[in-house]
């Protein structure tokens, strides 16, 4: 094959250096060797990515809530004091 574009990855079974291309390892006989690995990685990507916008999320409601909160108390203190004077 004189094809320049051919990349290499690990096969999944038994971890040896092959074509992206090739339909089966040419060590072990896997079939699809590198497809399902990819996968598994792009799995993985987006669950490692999904963790991270959760946590963002909940800890903005969190600072959100907590800012809210304390604005109101201060409204609520600054009221308090005019009515009270
Ligand atoms: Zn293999």
Redesign the pocket.
């Known amino acids: 094959m004189n094809n320049t574009k051919r990349r290499l990855d690990n096969?999944k079974?038994?971890d040896?250096l092959?074509s992206i291309n090739a339909n089966d390892?040419p060590?072990?006989g896997?079939p699809n060797?590198t497809a399902g690995k990819k996968g598994r990685d792009l799995k993985k990507d987006i669950k490692k990515q999904l963790i991270v916008i959760v946590i963002l999320g909940v800890g903005g409601i969190a600072i959100y809530q907590y800012a809210t909160t304390t604005l109101n108390n201060t409204i609520s203190n600054l009221s308090f004091n005019k009515k009270s004077e």
Do not use: A, D, Q
């Open positions: 096969c079974v038994c040896k092959i390892c060590h072990c896997e060797p």
